[in-house]
């Protein structure tokens, strides 16, 4: 490692890896190191970049990938073969790696394939390790386009390497391949026609959540191959049925999430009780968990650019059930159409603070953000606030001074703090992204106290069978208490990133189009 190299912020994690997808059909990723080979050797070391210009993500690649829109994106761990064929290979070479280091320790994790799935019906895996296609496969006949994939085990598993790959389709089926040989195991019927919209597979990988456009969330047995449970959104409308936008798992598997419409609902997996029902004030397109042992919480990203952070607990038995600690850490725009302001993704970062998402906006921008200001508001709470204002009433004179100097250091204190952004070209569209990291995560031994209690629970996953009654909060009342992060419209991007990016994109463009007109002739 270069000593040169500045000193990391410890709320980032050791390594992270960022691919975004667009309308256009072209994949590109963002890293946290870069690649350099050295004269006197094959293999390729890496290296952390130079962070003295407080940028954390340098462009690694842009490429295009599919002929349609990017429809969906996930990232496995390296350990496993990440393209067709036998996985022997892969691992006997990672494996050698972790082996020969310098220091005899076992080398960090690194990110393995990349799943993408397109509007042209394919579904094309990548080797993030040399940065090249790795195969190619189509969805089975009269399933329609992938609408969104899922490794599982997830990359955030503990669990080890995936085995298997779920794909959601348009058919409303999902298809389950192994991921050693890519055949189908299991093509799975439970939504209607209108599709798969999201899914999401447990971090110990042996069972799944769905969401489709038919308004169903499905629970899959992915042991048996077979559908477990099925909760019916009550729809607002007789004619149109409410579509599941996003769906997501916590860190531990205890607990889920889903949103559909302007709702957020997240769910105890064990007791089947809500945690949350909320509504918010414009369509909520993606959620993420993000939290510690102080507490776990929902980041939202909605059309209106806002970015909202909610608290998802147990209610206490003196509390309201319209009583809900939330804060809007950023501010939705002030226009009738938010346009390229409207939060199109956000993604949670393992390792780091804990705290950590990554965001993507209609305009072309991904930013790193940091919401753990937002959760400490919260933590404080109006009750903290109330007595530290009667322990400063309380104080000398000769304290009021110091007193003042505090209460405008806690005004000054903001909900998210941007790390890093960085713009996809000029007019690109993304449609998805995912995150890969590793970090050391100070809340390793926390969760594995709990994987025990994982386990237990997910026998009574079953027994979830009757909806909770919906406990909402008044957002107009919450919101108001907790201060907000205005809306920065004068975001700051590196220039040279910018222009390659431009340069990058427009050449992956270039190819795609003579490989159409190839094709055409």
């Not at 447990?202 to 169903?216: E, F, N, S, V, W």
């Not at 969760?447 to 919906?470: G, H, T």
Request: hydrophobic share 35%.
């Amino acid at each position: 490692m270069d000593e040169s190299i500045t000193e990391t912020n410890p709320a980032i994690p050791t390594r992270l890896v960022i691919v975004a997808g667009t309308y256009d059909g072209v994949l590109a990723g963002w890293d946290t190191v870069e690649h350099v080979r050295e004269q006197d050797k094959n293999d390729i070391e890496l290296k952390l970049l130079r962070r003295n210009d407080g940028r954390y993500l340098k462009l690694s690649f842009a490429m295009a990938a599919h002929e349609g829109s990017v429809r969906c994106l996930d990232i496995a761990s390296a350990g496993a073969a990440p393209s067709g064929g036998s996985g022997d290979a892969s691992s006997k070479k990672v494996k050698k790696r972790q082996r020969n280091q310098d220091d005899g320790s076992e080398a960090p994790p690194e990110p393995g394939a990349l799943l993408s799935g397109g509007f042209d019906e394919t579904i094309n895996v990548f080797n993030l390790q040399k940065h090249c296609q790795a195969g190619e496969l189509k969805t089975p006949n009269d399933l329609g386009s992938p609408l969104c994939c899922s490794f599982a085990p997830p990359c955030s598993s503990t669990s080890g390497p995936p085995t298997h790959v779920l794909i959601g389709t348009t058919s409303g089926k999902i298809v389950l391949y192994k991921k050693r040989d890519w055949s189908v195991q299991h093509v799975l019927a439970g939504h209607d026609e209108g599709g798969v919209q999201c899914l999401a597979v447990h971090p110990t990988g042996k069972m799944a959540l769905t969401g489709g456009r038919d308004g169903k969330v499905c629970l899959w047995d992915l042991m048996k191959g077979r559908l477990a449970f099925v909760y019916k959104i009550p729809s607002r409308s007789k004619i149109r049925k409410e579509t599941v936008n996003d769906i997501v798992w916590c860190d531990d598997g205890t607990r889920y999430a889903f949103c559909y419409g302007t709702k957020i609902t997240a769910r105890d997996v064990a007791s089947g009780e809500d945690l949350l029902d909320v509504e918010m004030p414009s369509r909520v397109n993606q959620i993420a968990f993000i939290g510690g042992p102080e507490g776990m919480f929902l980041a939202a990203g909605c059309d209106d650019g806002g970015l909202p952070v909610l608290e998802v607990g147990q209610l206490e038995e003196d509390e309201d059930a319209d009583t809900r600690r939330a804060i809007m850490a950023i501010e939705p725009v002030d226009k009738v159409v938010a346009g390229d302001d409207r939060l199109k993704c956000i993604r949670s970062v393992e390792g780091g603070s804990g705290f950590l998402v990554v965001t993507a906006n209609s305009g072309g921008i991904v930013s790193l953000m940091d919401l753990e200001g937002a959760a400490r508001m919260m933590l404080s709470g109006p009750d903290g606030s109330e007595e530290e204002a009667d322990s400063k009433e309380s104080e000398s004179e000769d304290d009021s001074l110091d007193s003042d100097v505090g209460s405008n250091a806690m005004e000054v204190e903001v909900a998210v703090e941007i790390l890093d952004s960085v713009r996809l070209g000029s007019g690109a569209r993304i449609t998805d992204i995912s995150v890969w990291s590793f970090g050391d995560n100070e809340m390793g031994e926390v969760i594995d106290d709990e994987e025990d209690e994982v386990e237990e629970e997910e026998e009574d996953v079953e027994e979830v069978d009757d909806e909770p009654p919906a406990r909402t909060f008044d957002k107009g009342k919450k919101f108001n208490k907790y201060q907000t992060t205005q809306r920065n419209d004068t975001l700051e991007l590196d220039a040279a990133a910018v222009e390659k990016a431009r340069k990058l994109v427009g050449q992956a463009k270039k190819k795609q189009r003579k490989q159409k007109k190839k094709k055409a002739a």
